[in-house]
């Protein structure tokens, strides 16, 4: 079949690879017949993201019809049509049946301790061959695998599989509530989904920072009110609209491969951070291989979890979606824990 299979930094390739098999009587194969890249698949050609196997198929999105399953599967038969979740868990540990199954005792062979397991992710992520592929190999299918009514179509579908569920998760955590003013940090799949989550769960305002054009032209679309980072510096945009108290809640969708603003006030704030981001990106991608302006982590890795907590009101809360891996080691703990004023820095 062919899958798109990762060889290294800003190397990867459509290739010629063996169809998976049933291994498990859990297990169930799947043909897809919709995929996904994700920004955690870029994150893994960047550099941002270490501890992926050569050879590793990408994706962990996809829908799809279920080809073959195992003994164990007695929910799902062959010609079901499903979307696939991007993580895997086993649905009996207490981690899954308190509904956390993202966090399954099982479904890692780390053991209980290791963390979440996704389809085309490194080793310590469970080390499965993602579902940018012809077929794959689901584990635990009975429990994760979703069918679809004829009603949705792959389009629709495909949304539900991470991107979706992500920006959800991430208004839930930032408990975003009836009235409340949410700043959104990044517009891209996953900013745009987290605007019409938050309004579902009650947000009032919307607010959503990025510096490109035509994702604040969507974010506008769905009337949220847009700052330019590369236009004005979004801290004080968002307290101005905010009459001088920040927002109730920030959902911070960009991560470790935030990129500092190339124009306006906010460019010339960073530059004066230039040598600490420096150094957070050294952290952040140890090794990189971009090729031009393609596969070039994050310049400013921590810029955007630095302009949440800045947004944020006194009491207010932040959700974080956006990926920061473990050799991510800086956070700031001390303006979160404090709330300084931004403009003499005293409390």
């Known amino acids: 079949m062919k899958a798109v299979v990762w060889h290294g930094l800003g190397n990867i390739g459509l290739e010629e690879v063996p169809e998976p098999e049933i291994r498990d009587p859990f297990d169930a194969i799947v043909r897809i017949t919709t ?5 955690t698949d870029l994150h893994f050609v960047r550099g941002t993201m270490p501890g992926l196997q050569e050879g590793r198929i990408l994706g962990h999105e996809a829908v799809g019809v279920v080809e073959e399953v195992g003994p164990g599967v007695r929910n799902l038969r062959p010609g079901d049509r499903v979307v696939v979740p991007s993580t895997v868990a086993c649905g009996t540990c207490s981690y899954c049946r308190a509904g956390y199954y993202a966090q399954c005792d099982n479904a890692n062979p780390g053991g209980r301790l290791a963390g979440t397991v996704f389809f085309g992710g490194p080793q310590a992520a469970g080390g499965l ?10 584990p635990f299918a009975h429990v994760g695998l979703v069918p679809l009514p004829d009603t949705v179509d792959d389009t629709q579908a495909i949304l ?30 996953v900013g745009q989904a987290a605007i019409a989550s938050a309004r579902l769960q009650g947000a009032g305002r919307i607010i959503v920072v990025d510096g490109v054009g035509d994702r604040l032209d969507m974010a506008r679309s769905q009337h949220a009110e847009t700052v330019d980072f590369n236009a004005e510096d979004p801290v004080a945009a968002v307290r101005e609209l905010t009459g001088g108290i920040g927002v109730d809640r920030v959902i911070d969708a960009v991560g470790v491969d935030a990129q500092k603003p190339s124009g306006g006030p906010a460019a010339d704030a960073a530059g004066e951070q230039a040598e600490e981001f420096r150094h957070e990106q050294s952290e952040a991608a ?8 393609t596969w070039v982590p994050g310049d400013a890795p921590t810029l955007a979890a630095r302009w949440a907590v800045q947004m944020v009101a006194k009491a207010g809360t932040v959700g974080t979606i956006g990926v920061y891996p473990p050799q991510v080691q800086h956070y700031p703990f001390g303006e979160a824990h404090e709330k300084p004023d931004p403009e003499d820095g005293q409390l």
Do not use: H, K, M, N
């Open 160 to 189: 539900l599989s991470d991107i979706y569920p992500t920006a959800w998760f991430g208004a839930r955590l930032a408990e975003v509530g009836d009235g409340d003013t949410v700043a959104i940090v990044g517009a891209g799949a």
């Open 35 to 39: 995929s996904a890249v994700c920004g």
């Open 129 to 138: 061959d993602g579902l940018q592929a012809e077929y794959a190999r689901i």
């Open 286 to 293: 140890p090794e990189q291989s971009p090729d031009g302006d």
